[in-house]
């Protein structure tokens, strides 16, 4: 899978540390909740004219947001781009309402760490918050404990 391109964010609420983290998604329903969770359903809509889908970015665009001081998250901007880097941007002001959750990553593969907003507002206590540490495959690692069952399944002679 090729590695996704995060949201942009800018943090301006003094109560709320996401240092070390990217905004990759913005879900309704708790990360926890069966089936299939769904993104956040914005008004503002991507100029089709400007979206140019590629493999490092799905949608063809990635949006700007910003947690304002009050701790209600704004989207502010969509960023289009070109085969060869950035491209166009839209200049939008669009307050998100309601309950959901931002998926934030250390990086695309990385631990996840969903942020609660209720009402259209930021829950400042991080116990309330979901991590989950994602656990990084060692190759190296996979290959010796492959290597050590299949010596202890396939006869010993064999690796002789």
Known sequence: MTVQFSQGFSNQCPLVSLK??????????????????????????????????MSACWDGYAGSYQLNAEGRLVLTQFHYFLPD??????????????????????????????????????????EQWVEIKRTRVDSK???NNL??????????????
Do not use: C
Request: proline share 5%.
């Open 20 to 53: 070390g983290y990217s905004l990759y998604y913005i879900w309704q329903g708790h990360p926890f909740d069966e089936g299939e969770k769904n993104f956040y359903q914005l008004k503002s809509t991507p100029d089709p004219e400007k979206v140019e889908v």
């Open 141 to 143: 690692a996979n290959n």
């Open 85 to 126: 880097g950035l491209g166009e941007s839209d200049a939008l002001l669009e307050e998100l309402h309601g309950d959901f959750y931002l998926e934030f990553r250390s990086h695309f593969e990385g631990d996840q760490l969903y942020v609660p907003f209720v009402d259209g507002n930021v829950i400042i206590e991080q």
């Open 147 to 160: 290597f050590a069952w299949l010596k202890r399944v396939i006869p010993s002679r064999m690796f002789d």
